[in-house]
C-alpha cells in the first residue's frame, strides 16, 4: 500500500530529546539575559543603601581620595557634618528647562588671557561666599550673586542683592527651597527686579514674600547662554562671572584643594526621581597648572556650602571633567543705572560669610 504523501511523520524519540533539550536551553538562557538585564538596570538607577546611608564626610572615603587622587586634596566638610548621602538629596531639585529660549550670548572677538581670575581684576565686587543652608538655593544664589557682581563691574559700586526675594517671591519658576529652573531665573530679575539684602536677607527657608523698605529694585537688561569654553572666557573677561549647573559627585562633596577632577571610584548622586542631582556655580575665572609634568586647565568657581568648604569656599574644577555643564552657562546684563550703595549686615541662620 502506498504512503501518502501529505501525511506528517511523527519523530522519532532521539529527535524529540534533541529539542526539548535545546527548547529548555534556550528559555534558560532568555530568563538568565532578563535578570542580569534588570540587574544592571537597578544598579545603574537606584542607588544602593549602603551609599545612601554612607556619611559624606566618611573618613576611610577622605583618605580613599588622598591617596588616589590627582592634584587635588581631600577633607571633611562642616558644612556636611554629619549628613549622609541620603541627606544631600534635600539640595536637589536644580534644573535647566530649556536652554533654547534664551538666545545665544553676542560677544565681540576678543583674545582672553591663558589665565584670569575675576576677583583680581574686580576685587571690590567680591566680598564672601554663601552658606546656603538646608535649601536648595544654589539656582538663585549663583544668579543673583553673579547680578551683584554685574552691576558692581558695571557701576564700581557693590549692592548686595536680595537671594531671599528671588526664593520667597519667584512662584513661576522657581520652587523656593525646592530648587528652581536655571535658564528661567532671569525672568523674574528682569520684569520685577531685586531689592538689596539688607531689606530682605537670606535665611534660607521659604519666607512669604513679604519685605518694606525703600530701595527702588535693580532689574535685568537681558540675559543669554553659552555653550562653549571660549564663549564663557570672553563673557567673563568681559562682563563678568557666568552661572552653569554642575553634576554632584560624592567625592566633590569632601574637596579641600587643588585641581578636581572625580576619582575612578566616584560615584554621582541621583535625586529620587533617578535623574543626576545637579548644583548651580558661578563661573568667575580659569587657568592652568602644572599637575605630574602635565599642564591641567581648570575653571574657577564659586560654591555656597560656606567659607570653610573648599579653597575658602571657591573650587577649581577641571576643564574637561565631567563635572560642570558648560553648554547649559548662562549670564543676565542688569540694567546699567546709578544706585545707592547699601552695607549688608549680620543676618540670622547661615548666611552669606566673608
Same mark, same amino acid.
Given at each position: ?73 581631600? /577633607? ?20 535647566? $528647562? ?24 574686580? +576685587? ?15 539656582? %538663585? ?12 563691574? /558695571? ?50 527657608? /521659604? ?19 553659552? $555653550? ?97 555643564? +558648560? ?12 544706585? %545707592? ?14
Amino acid at each position: 500500500m502506498a504512503t501518502n504523501p501529505l501525511r506528517k511523520v511523527p519523530p522519532g524519540p532521539g529527535r524529540k530529546k534533541k529539542r526539548d533539550k535545546s527548547f529548555e536551553y534556550n528559555l534558560w538562557i532568555g530568563s538568565t539575559a532578563c535578570v542580569v538585564l534588570v540587574g544592571c538596570a537597578i544598579a545603574l538607577f537606584a542607588p544602593s543603601a549602603d551609599l545612601v546611608e554612607a556619611l559624606v564626610n566618611d573618613p576611610s572615603l577622605v583618605a580613599h581620595v588622598n591617596r588616589n587622587a590627582q592634584g587635588w586634596k581631600a /577633607a571633611e566638610s562642616p558644612f556636611f557634618q554629619d549628613w549622609s548621602l541620603g541627606d544631600v538629596r534635600r539640595l536637589s531639585g536644580v534644573k535647566v $528647562s530649556n536652554a533654547g529660549v534664551l538666545a545665544e550670548c553676542t560677544l565681540p572677538d576678543v583674545t582672553v588671557p591663558r589665565s584670569f581670575d575675576a576677583r583680581e581684576r574686580w +576685587p571690590h565686587c567680591f566680598s564672601g561666599v554663601y552658606d546656603m543652608g538646608n535649601c536648595s538655593s544654589s539656582w %538663585a544664589i549663583a544668579a543673583v550673586s553673579s547680578m551683584t557682581d554685574r552691576l558692581c563691574i /558695571a557701576q564700581n559700586e557693590r549692592l548686595e542683592l536680595s537671594v531671599q526675594q528671588l526664593l520667597s517671591c519667584d512662584q513661576k519658576f522657581g520652587k523656593g527651597c525646592n530648587g528652581g529652573a536655571l535658564d528661567m531665573v532671569w525672568n523674574y530679575m528682569k520684569e520685577e527686579g531685586l531689592v538689596s539684602s539688607t531689606c530682605f536677607p537670606y535665611k534660607a527657608d /521659604a519666607l512669604p514674600c513679604s519685605f518694606q523698605c525703600n530701595e527702588e529694585p535693580k532689574r535685568l537688561s537681558s540675559a543669554c547662554r553659552l $555653550s562653549t569654553a571660549e564663549q564663557i572666557r570672553r563673557e567673563i573677561f568681559i562682563n563678568g562671572p557666568v552661572v552653569a549647573p554642575i553634576v554632584l559627585w560624592n567625592d566633590f562633596l569632601i574637596y579641600r584643594s587643588g585641581i578636581y577632577q572625580e576619582t575612578r571610584t566616584a560615584t554621582p548622586l541621583v535625586e529620587s526621581e533617578r535623574e543626576q542631582q545637579l548644583h548651580a556655580v558661578k563661573i568667575i575665572g580659569w587657568g592652568v597648572d602644572s599637575v605630574k609634568s602635565f599642564q591641567k586647565e581648570y575653571w574657577i568657581i564659586e560654591n555656597s556650602f560656606g567659607k570653610d568648604w573648599g579653597e575658602s569656599g571657591y573650587a577649581k574644577i577641571e576643564l574637561n571633567g565631567k563635572i560642570l555643564l +558648560p553648554e547649559l552657562a548662562f549670564a543676565g546684563t542688569p540694567m546699567n543705572s546709578k544706585v %545707592a550703595f547699601f552695607n549688608t549686615s549680620e543676618t540670622d541662620g547661615r548666611n552669606k560669610q566673608a
